[in-house]
């Protein structure tokens, strides 16, 4: 619940924005409290304090869910005042610097705060800084497995920038399950969302503890993820000297089907697996890669007392570091062979079948439905249970990427290896915003003069040219809905980035955010990300729901992490392993355009598996010679 405040003629104005709800309820719309120092910390604020507490606990069965949940935490934590001082005090310096407020005027003040605004919370931040000792102790691999490997790393997560050559990506994040503050957002889109826009659905919160309560968003995830997001303050001060921009918060996944909260009309198929995953981490480890520090960090607020937790994975790592070695730690393998172990994948289109698809494209820009079609589809293998850590070790071994990532959703039986090499989008803590599409892919050749050759082909290939300009122009535009006018601009156009596997064409687009567009604003005039899904984007996306025969899932939306300061980083979820209910899938496609030979695209969407494929199918044949 977000509340305006404001200070005018020493009055604290107080404006909740549940005021429809209060005004029908015959509650006055604003409490304005006059600021007398001896009156109101001797009687006003306390009894003021009373009566709201009292009118909203007897009222708070015949107000709506979320406004109901918004008083329970208030109510819960009503006590714990010393976080919120600063926010009313801010609020009151601003307008009358020299008004001066005794301590019990300020505590009640700050209670005043609390039970009218509970979500806007301070934490406080604890942290360590341990110089070089990344490559002291064998890297982020090393790290992951040491401190967060045992048990199938359950509910654990990894922000894994596995290749970092030319600086694509710096810096690591990972953690898991253990803080205080920890808790698991999990959503289903409701039935309703498949016929009619913006239908909600339903969101299940785990906590620290391990309790669970469920509600249905009528106003779905996305308007519920702003909310708290806007909920989070900080205290700059507190994060001064940190280079990266995650300070604590949400970590996890978007699936595409939520494309229906973002303008597309429906949703012709359900996904098997949760539309959005996300952890609250408060307590965590990252990596810089290019001076190889470790910050190791722990937010906690004000009801909550500090833990050992820094100290205990201190001493972790210096007794890595003891052992000497910079050696890889190794993982015995926890598979459990069965039949289908030496079965490889299987489409769910067989290739005259997606290449029919593709033409069918063809005629959808012929006719001027579409300027350019990301068709995609599925490859799925039955693996039983399986060492999911391991097989994602294996894969970023064989694909490293600036944006890969683990997810271990654990009670979801969801386990995520990405090994993503593709940005969607990201905002910095100057307001920047940043997506860097790809649209263009080669395979890597034999030898070096087969490979400059095939890298010089992609340089100059007129359709891949194609494709990825359209894509820039769709980019330009979503970033321009929230971007300060004339601030878009395309720094880099159409240059080549080498992989393990691949040469892909990646273009940067960059924007200043406007002051009043919130960071899901900006995610949700993107997504999902335009390479992706074509253009123009909505009739796209509608041509490519009736011509795939499943759901995308998680493959095609999102991963990466929303901060405590109002930032995030999110990838696009390619070359990716899902893991769920002991079925593997990797989704795969291309874009179509009105150049494109449909057998080269059914080749090129086969290439871009070869990765994801090959990890599992290896990890699987060496756990098995090792039994």
Same mark, same amino acid.
């Given at each position: 619940?977000?509340?305006?405040?404001?200070?005018?003629?020493?009055?604290?104005?107080?404006?909740?924005?549940?005021?429809?709800?209060?005004?029908?309820?015959?509650?006055?719309?604003?409490?304005?409290?006059?600021?007398?120092?001896?009156? *109101?910390?001797?009687?006003?604020?306390?009894?003021?304090?009373?009566?709201?507490?009292?009118?909203?606990?007897?009222?708070?069965?015949?107000? &709506?869910?979320?406004?109901?949940?918004?008083?329970?935490?208030?109510?819960?934590?009503?006590?714990?005042?010393? %976080?919120?001082?600063?926010?009313?005090?801010?609020?009151?310096?601003?307008?009358? @610097?020299?008004?001066?407020?005794?301590?019990?005027?300020?505590?009640?003040?700050?209670?005043?705060?609390?039970?009218?605004?509970?979500?806007?919370?301070?934490? %406080?931040?604890?942290?360590?800084?341990?110089?070089?000792?990344?490559?002291?102790?064998?890297?982020?691999?090393?790290?992951?497995?040491?401190?967060?490997?045992?048990?199938?790393?359950?509910?654990?997560?990894?922000?894994?920038?596995?290749?970092?050559?030319?600086?694509? /990506?710096?810096?690591?994040?990972?953690?898991?399950?253990?803080?205080?503050? *920890?808790?698991?957002?999990?959503?289903?889109?409701?039935?309703?969302?498949?016929?009619?826009?913006?239908?909600?659905?339903?969101? =299940?919160?785990?906590?620290?503890?391990?309790?669970?309560?469920?509600?249905?968003?009528?106003? &779905?995830?996305?308007?519920?993820?702003?909310?708290?997001?806007?909920?989070?303050?900080?205290?700059?001060?507190?994060?001064?000297?940190?280079?990266?921009?995650?300070?604590?918060?949400?970590?996890?996944?978007?699936?595409?089907?939520?494309?229906?909260?973002?303008?597309?009309?429906?949703?012709?198929?359900?996904?098997?697996? @949760? %539309?959005?995953?996300?952890?609250?981490?408060?307590?965590?480890?990252?990596?810089?890669?290019?001076?190889?520090?470790?910050?190791?960090?722990?937010?906690?607020?004000?009801?909550?007392?500090?833990?050992? *937790?820094? +100290?205990?994975?201190?001493?972790?790592?210096? #007794?890595?570091?003891?052992?000497?070695?910079?050696?890889?730690?190794?993982?015995?393998? !926890?598979?459990? /062979?069965?039949?289908?172990?030496?079965? &490889?994948?299987?489409?769910?289109?067989?290739? +005259?079948?997606?290449?029919?698809?593709?033409?069918?494209?063809?005629?959808?820009?012929?006719?001027?439905?579409?300027?350019?079609?990301?068709? #995609?589809? !599925?490859?799925?293998?039955?693996?039983?249970?399986? +060492?999911?850590?391991?097989?994602?070790?294996?894969?970023?071994?064989?694909? @490293?990427?600036?944006?890969?990532?683990?997810?271990?959703?654990?009670?979801?039986?969801?386990?995520?290896?990405?090994?993503?090499?593709?940005?969607? =989008?990201?905002?910095?803590?100057?307001?920047?915003? $940043?997506?860097?599409?790809?649209?263009?892919?080669?395979?890597?050749?034999?030898?070096?003069?087969?490979?400059?050759?095939?890298?010089?082909?992609?340089?100059?290939?007129?359709?891949?040219?194609?494709?990825?300009?359209?894509?820039?122009?769709?980019?330009?535009?979503?970033?321009?809905?929230?971007?300060?006018?004339?601030?878009?601009?395309?720094?880099?156009?159409?240059?080549?980035?080498?992989?393990?596997?691949?040469?892909?064409?990646?273009?940067?687009?960059?924007?200043?955010?406007?002051?009043?567009?919130?960071?899901?604003?900006?995610?949700?005039?993107?997504?999902?990300?335009?390479?992706?899904?074509?253009? @123009?984007?909505?009739?796209?996306?509608?041509?490519?729901?009736?011509? $795939?025969?499943?759901?995308? &899932?998680?493959?095609?939306?999102?991963?990466?992490?929303?901060?405590?300061?109002?930032?995030?980083?999110?990838?696009?979820?390619?070359?990716?392993?899902?893991?769920?209910?002991?079925?593997?899938?990797?989704?795969?496609?291309?874009?179509?355009?009105?150049?494109?030979?449909?057998?080269?695209?059914?080749?090129?969407?086969?290439?871009?598996?070869?990765?994801?494929?090959?990890?599992?199918?290896?990890?699987?044949?060496?756990?098995?010679?090792?039994?």
């Amino acid at each position: 619940m977000v509340t305006e405040v404001h200070y005018v003629n020493k009055s604290l104005l107080i404006l909740p924005q549940e005021s429809p709800k209060m005004e029908v309820l015959g509650l006055p719309l604003i409490l304005k409290c006059r600021v007398k120092k001896s009156l *109101w910390a001797s009687c006003i604020l306390p009894g003021l304090i009373m009566v709201c507490s009292f009118i909203l606990k007897v009222l708070q069965p015949v107000m &709506g869910g979320k406004y109901s949940r918004t008083l329970e935490k208030s109510l819960r934590i009503i006590g714990s005042t010393s %976080d919120h001082l600063s926010i009313a005090e801010r609020e009151v310096h601003r307008s009358e @610097p020299d008004l001066l407020f005794s301590l019990s005027s300020k505590l009640y003040l700050a209670c005043i705060m609390q039970v009218l605004q509970p979500d806007r919370l301070l934490r %406080d931040v604890r942290r360590k800084k341990l110089e070089r000792l990344a490559c002291q102790v064998g890297g982020a691999r090393n790290i992951f497995c040491e401190i967060y490997g045992d048990h199938k790393a359950k509910n654990t997560f990894w922000l894994d920038s596995s290749s970092v050559e030319k600086r694509r /990506a710096r810096f690591s994040f990972m953690g898991a399950k253990g803080g205080a503050l *920890w808790k698991q957002l999990t959503f289903r889109l409701s039935e309703q969302s498949d016929k009619t826009l913006k239908g909600g659905g339903y969101l =299940l919160i785990e906590d620290a503890q391990g309790s669970t309560s469920s509600t249905y968003l009528e106003d &779905g995830f996305f308007d519920f993820l702003n909310e708290e997001l806007q909920s989070f303050c900080y205290e700059e001060k507190d994060f001064e000297g940190l280079p990266f921009d995650f300070y604590g918060g949400y970590i996890g996944y978007i699936g595409y089907d939520l494309k229906v909260e973002c303008g597309m009309a429906s949703n012709h198929h359900r996904s098997r697996t @949760p %539309d959005a995953c996300f952890f609250f981490s408060d307590n965590f480890i990252v990596i810089d890669h290019l001076n190889d520090d470790v910050y190791v960090m722990s937010l906690h607020d004000g009801s909550t007392t500090l833990t050992s *937790w820094l +100290d205990l994975v201190e001493k972790k790592l210096f #007794t890595l570091k003891a052992s000497a070695t910079k050696k890889l730690i190794s993982r015995n393998s !926890q598979l459990v /062979a069965d039949a289908s172990s030496e079965v &490889g994948f299987v489409t769910e289109k067989s290739r +005259d079948h997606y290449i029919k698809d593709v033409e069918k494209c063809q005629k959808f820009i012929k006719d001027g439905e579409s300027y350019e079609l990301c068709l #995609t589809t !599925q490859m799925r293998k039955r693996i039983g249970e399986i +060492d999911s850590l391991g097989l994602y070790l294996k894969l970023r071994e064989k694909n @490293p990427a600036p944006y890969a990532a683990w997810l271990n959703f654990s009670k979801e039986d969801l386990c995520i290896c990405c090994s993503s090499p593709e940005r969607f =989008l990201q905002l910095d803590r100057n307001g920047m915003l $940043e997506a860097k599409p790809i649209k263009g892919t080669i395979a890597r050749g034999s030898t070096p003069e087969e490979d400059e050759l095939l890298k010089l082909q992609l340089q100059c290939s007129e359709k891949d040219q194609a494709e990825n300009l359209m894509i820039v122009d769709l980019l330009r535009n979503d970033l321009g809905r929230v971007c300060e006018p004339g601030s878009v601009h395309v720094p880099h156009l159409m240059e080549v980035e080498s992989y393990a596997t691949v040469h892909t064409m990646v273009s940067t687009i960059r924007g200043k955010k406007r002051s009043n567009a919130s960071a899901v604003d900006c995610v949700r005039a993107a997504f999902p990300g335009g390479s992706m899904t074509g253009a @123009p984007k909505l009739r796209s996306m509608e041509l490519l729901d009736s011509l $795939e025969s499943c759901s995308r &899932g998680i493959y095609s939306g999102c991963i990466g992490f929303f901060s405590y300061n109002q930032t995030f980083d999110l990838n696009i979820v390619i070359r990716t392993v899902v893991i769920h209910d002991g079925e593997a899938s990797i989704g795969a496609g291309g874009a179509v355009v009105s150049l494109s030979n449909p057998e080269e695209e059914y080749n090129e969407m086969i290439l871009k598996t070869r990765a994801p494929v090959n990890a599992v199918m290896e990890f699987q044949r060496g756990s098995l010679s090792e039994e």
